[in-house]
């Protein structure tokens, strides 16, 4: 897709320390664009901030801070792209009345996106614009056992994004989603063994055919289509869930 620059323009990645969202602030640092990159683990975020000194901030904040993270916005420089990555992912078990899932996720998955929008979007108007793009899953459409929170979480994020979508585009503020099926990231190693390595994976993803491209993506691939919905070369598109899950959702 879009190999634009980003010269001049001032870029947020929540999630920025691994994985999906490490790969897009390097991508958009590389084009030009001075980015500052959040989340809670300090280290990940300097080592991600030291292959690009002076175009990566580092930023540690915990996300389920809504006060502080809106605040981290108005005190920074006038935010141009605000890409909205950070999740965690917990188990769910519907029949526990102490189950926290739901809270815990959705104060991650949608809160922190829900106050950073809303904070990013005050100087994108006063600028005469900006883009918004949100990391959401396959999830927020297709249904896994014990994954209702994460789910619910990311389904509840493609909404806001096509409401957002139409409430500023008279502001010149365009919201677009990126959706990743099986990525090979941290998340997928958050019970200590890698999901997709597993015969489990293999079984009912790969040798099955549930995804016509037969593998996992590197989370460098969920990178051009991110680029293109940020970049000013995109002019006309807002509202938009682009599914990249190499063919899953397409399968029975």
Known sequence: MSLSRFDGQNALVTGGGSGIGRAI???LAERGASVRIVGRDEKKLAEVAAHAPGKITSVPCDLHDAVRWEQLINDGPLTDILINNAAISIPTNLADPQDKSLAEVMAVNF?????GCRAAARSMAASGGGRIVNI???HGRMAERGSTAYGVGKAA???LTRCL??????????VNAVAPGFVDTPMSRATGVNELETDWFRTQYLASGRIPLARAAQPSEMVSPVLFFASKDNTYVTGQVLLADGGLSLTL
């Open 136 to 138: 959401t899953s396959v």
């Open 165 to 174: 979508a139409v409430e500023w585009a008279k502001h010149g503020i365009l």
């Open 25 to 27: 602030a390097l991508a």
């Open 157 to 159: 994020l493609e909404q």
């Open 111 to 115: 809160g922190s996106a829900w106050t």
